[in-house]
């Protein structure tokens, strides 16, 4: 499975949008790209997932260059409540996913 | 009201002690899988069932053991032998092969002393 990076911590404010990228350089060609977000003491949930171009629903946007070696978790007007970890996984066609340690967002007011 | 139950939500277990964490679905789902998250990581794998009456060991099996014995239920034992088992364990759960959504548990946080 790709290895995935991401930044360790971001800071925000209320009202703004944030984005979060996540490099996976040895992405392959059946491999997704999915996000997932946990707040302390709870299970991960699953936020979106796509394959290439730009994906959006009710919560956030997934924006995905040509090459796919990198991704973007788009969350837009973020709230106090968006304080989070959110993890970038490849999910290929197995069974299994990997975690990294994932992004700690804090949004402040 | 679909979903994953973990039981107990906080549980406390005195040195060389098995105890077996609790796992149900209700989601109708083929896949079950134990992770395990320790301060400030990420979530690790312990084990997964891709149907019932089987099961594969993950990143790290070491001192665990598990059994599909219904759809339903995936419960984890934690043995003796596991050698730092204070930790939050999740358990999860998909519909199917090709699917990537997984459903987490609210998790158990096991205290050993």
């Known amino acids: 499975l790709a290895k995935t990076t991401q930044p360790i911590s971001m800071d925000s404010y209320e009202g703004q949008e944030v984005n979060i990228t996540c490099s996976h350089n040895n992405i392959a060609t059946n491999d997704y790209i999915t996000w997932y977000q946990q707040f302390p003491s709870q299970g991960p949930r699953f936020i979106i997932q796509g394959y290439k171009t730009k994906v959006t629903n009710e919560v956030a946007s997934l924006f995905i260059p040509a090459d796919r070696k990198s991704s973007t978790l788009s969350l837009p007007r973020v709230s106090l409540s968006d304080t989070a970890v959110y993890y970038c996984?490849?999910?290929?066609?197995?069974?299994?996913?990997?975690f990294g340690t994932g992004t700690q967002l804090k949004v402040e007011l | 009201d679909g979903g994953i139950t973990q039981s107990p939500k906080y549980l406390f277990r005195k040195e060389g002690q098995n105890v077996t964490l609790s796992c149900e679905q209700n989601l109708n789902h083929d896949a079950m899988y134990w992770y395990r998250q320790d301060p400030g990581q990420g979530l690790r794998l312990i084990y997964y069932s891709q149907i019932v009456n089987d099961f594969q060991k993950g990143d790290i099996a070491e001192g665990y053991s598990v059994s599909r014995e219904k759809k339903e239920s995936f419960p984890l034992t934690v043995t003796s032998a596991q050698k730092n088992p204070t930790a939050f364990y999740l358990c999860?759960?998909?519909?199917?092969?090709?699917?990537?959504?997984?459903?987490f548990g609210p998790g158990t946080r096991l205290t050993v002393t």
């Open positions: 996984l490849i999910t290929g066609g197995g069974n299994k996913l990997t």
């Open positions: 999860a759960s998909k519909s199917g092969h090709g699917a990537y959504e997984q459903y």
